[in-house]
């Protein structure tokens, strides 16, 4: 699957992954069922170079300084999928 697939099914805020009942994971767990748009990207792709050009390619939309925090100030996971289909995660 690919990140914005994983936002679809879950996503949130403040941590890369979480539970089913809201507890943090890492975003590969088999418990994990929400994630930041760092957790999906981690999830969908193992390769670390491979998140790195994604993460790349995120700097050049205007996100600012950290993807992190504009994932956190984000209001709708639609927000964050379309950023993610834009640059052809």
Excluded at 8 to 18: L, T
Excluded at 43 to 69: M, N, P
């Amino acid at each position: 699957m690919k990140p914005s697939q994983y936002i679809a099914k879950g996503w949130c805020k403040e941590v890369s992954a979480k539970t089913v009942t809201g507890g943090q994971c890492k975003p590969c767990s088999s418990k994990a069922a929400k994630w930041c748009i760092y957790g999906a990207i981690e999830r969908a792709y193992r390769d670390k170079d491979k998140q790195t050009e994604v993460i790349g390619r995120l700097f050049g939309t205007g996100v600012g300084d950290s993807i992190a925090a504009w994932n956190d100030r984000q209001t709708s996971k639609k927000t964050v999928i379309e950023l993610l289909q834009s640059i052809g995660e």
